[in-house]
């Protein structure tokens, strides 16, 4: 059947699949599962159950909770009522959660337990829109979303005529969502997303991918990120059974319990695995090690169509019997397909994970753009290490004449909310979408992103610099989780880097190094030493201008909690350059005073002779 609304896949279900594990999610210890009718009935509950309550088309109604099969119930059944879902991260500071529920019009909000029910309150408290705040836990005192539900079906009769005559009167174009862009400076943009944008979405990138209804996959990045929620509703679409990780500290668990095929992800989150499993491998020792980084070196050289020849494929045949085997098992054995977006992933992964066997289809997209407008296939030859892939089907593509990505297609948003302004600034007159990212066409085919156009800098000496290459270049070291490199105006670039602090404290740990507290740690001589040593590996791979000439390490990890991070952990800037703006002072002050004290040893000199 033809799917045109996001609520149509509750029919589509209905005719092509009859699953008893629709949607799954870990409870009490054990895996509770929703059949497609218990799906379909408890939407249409929750639909009625909002009309019936006086909530209208066109009402907004967020939801700040972790993953679960309700968001799904009350996802489909805002949808099919004509309500718009807003749904917000759970990961926000107060200020933000503020903004974004004044700025939508929230009239209610749903919140997943009493956690996040004590931050929200006096909030909402503060909002007059909001008329009342659920909870999917049970919290004594506070109204449960299972209200709405069951208010739905007591009024089942006198509704379920109503329900029908929205649905069916319900165009493609009328917004569904809005969704909050996290953003990396100011208050965040409430991006309108229509029915068409998240369909066109989920149908084009459905043929592209080697799963089906007879697998099941693993959900853990949070539904309220735009790619995530379209992948949710292109499992959907092709019945691939979604299983919702209990927590992120779960994940390995989780898949293993389940045997998933496959699952999203973030570069971020691939780093990190890759990492733990490497230094397992340098816990290893004697023949056990060789063998294992044997196989890595023979993994890093992965290439695409057999293109390495014979003897390669013989040798990597070796590798996956001796060690890959093994790391297929520690993620439960079955997965096939790794989905990854967010932000950019090293070739070095994709190329590994592939040698493992396991397929990684890397895309790229924004939240304007619902989310993706590009992404690599599973099989050769419409696949690329490095790049984003092909641009998607119904999807149009150019590069300006400075490089930016432009873009229009039926994924395209409506707009910013309130913001017609804004609409305006990146989409012109003639439709295109500036995504405020550098790429090129590789080929002629394949899409690969450079930069970000506004975080490309030029030093005092007229030199453009993309820092994001440096940066993911600095990231693959196990010692780097974060950096950020700075240099604007200046005459040479610098970074700031967040150490990988676990990986660090092990390091001292084997050395008998010690330090009261991560502040003491960063300023030990031997630490700096570790990390030069890195940032020299990676200024060999850069040009003379882009290299790292000085470096400080902070003493805090980064992350969305404490504003260093955005929710898709891109590097808030603006927050970074306020808050270390005393150590970035000092790099370039002292930089300055050196160069004059040499300055004025040279014209003393020059007065004797």
């Not at 997303?193 to 979405?201: A, I």
């Not at 089906?212 to 992948?231: A, G, Q, T």
């Not at 493992?356 to 924004?366: K, V």
């Not at 990146?426 to 995504?435: A, K, L, P, Q, R």
Request: charge should be neutral; hydrophobic fraction near 40%.
């Amino acid at each position: 059947m033809e799917v045109t609304r996001t609520f149509d896949l509750l029919d589509r279900y209905k005719e092509m699949f009859r699953i008893a594990d629709a949607l799954a999610v870990k409870r009490n210890r054990q895996w509770e599962l929703f059949s497609t009718d218990n799906y379909i009935e408890i939407s249409h509950a929750f639909a009625r159950g909002v009309l019936a309550m006086g909530y209208q088309k066109g009402d907004k109604i967020a939801t700040i909770t972790n993953n679960r099969p309700e968001w799904n119930f009350v996802d489909m059944g805002l949808a099919m009522a004509g309500l718009i879902h807003v749904p917000v991260y759970t990961t926000i500071n107060d200020d933000e959660f503020a903004y974004i529920l004044r700025h939508c019009d929230a009239k209610a909000v749903i919140v997943s337990d009493s956690t996040i029910f004590k931050r929200i309150k006096w909030i909402c408290e503060k909002i007059d829109k909001i008329e009342t705040l659920y909870t999917f836990n049970e919290v004594e005192g506070v109204p449960n979303w299972q209200s709405i539900v069951d208010e739905g079906n007591r009024q089942k009769e006198k509704f379920d005529p109503i329900l029908q005559k929205i649905k069916n009167e319900i165009d493609p174009d009328e917004v569904v969502s809005i969704i909050y862009t996290s953003g990396t400076t100011g208050n965040s943009k409430g991006v309108m997303l229509t029915h068409r944008n998240f369909v066109s979405n989920f149908v084009a990138t459905a043929s592209i991918q080697p799963l089906d209804h007879s697998h099941k996959i693993l959900s853990f990045l949070p539904l309220s990120h735009v790619y995530e929620r379209m992948v949710n509703y292109h499992f959907q679409y092709l019945g691939i059974r979604i299983y919702y990780a209990e927590n992120m500290g779960t994940i390995v668990d989780n898949l293993k319990e389940i045997k998933a095929d496959g699952f999203n992800s973030v570069p971020r989150l691939l780093e990190k695995v890759f990492d733990r499993i490497i230094a397992k491998g340098k816990d290893l020792s004697g023949i056990q090690k060789v063998i294992f980084f044997w196989a890595v070196n023979i993994g890093l050289r992965f290439e695409l169509n057999h293109a390495n020849g014979w003897f390669y494929e013989f040798k990597l045949k070796i590798a996956r019997k001796l060690v890959f085997d093994k790391w297929r098992e520690a993620l439960g054995g079955n997965v096939q397909l790794i989905v990854s977006g967010g932000s950019a992933l090293q070739p070095r992964l994709a190329r590994i994970f592939y040698a493992i066997g396991m397929r990684i289809m890397e895309g790229y997209g924004l939240t304007e753009t619902g989310p993706v407008i590009s992404v690599n296939h599973a099989n050769y030859p419409d696949i690329r290490f490095g790049t984003v892939g092909l641009v998607l089907e119904g999807v149009d593509v150019k590069i300006a004449d400075d490089g930016e990505i432009l873009t229009k297609g039926p994924n395209l948003m409506k707009g910013y909310y309130k913001d017609p302004s804004y609409t305006k600034e990146v989409i012109d007159s003639e439709g295109w979408f500036h995504t405020g990212d550098i790429g090129v066409f590789e080929d002629g085919r394949f899409l690969k992103i450079t930069d970000r156009k506004k975080e490309i800098f030029k030093t005092s000496a007229g030199k453009y610099i993309a820092p994001q290459l440096i940066e993911n270049k600095l990231k693959e070291s196990f010692f780097i989780e974060q950096a950020m490199v700075v240099g604007e105006n200046e005459k040479f670039v610098s970074a700031l880097i967040s150490p990988n602090f676990p990986y660090l404290h092990d390091w001292c740990a084997k050395r008998k190094i010690h330090y009261r507290d991560n502040e003491d740690l960063v300023q030990i001589p031997e630490v700096i030493a570790c990390i030069q040593k890195e940032v020299d590996e990676v200024n060999k791979q850069l040009s003379q201008v882009e290299q790292i000439k000085r470096f400080r390490m902070v003493c805090k990890e980064w992350t969305p909690a404490t504003g260093e991070l955005s929710p898709t952990l891109k590097l808030k800037r603006k927050y970074l350059y306020q808050n270390y703006n005393p150590i970035l002072e000092e790099i370039y002050k002292r930089a300055a005073d050196t160069e004059a004290f040499e300055k004025s040893i040279e014209k003393a000199k020059g007065g004797k002779s």
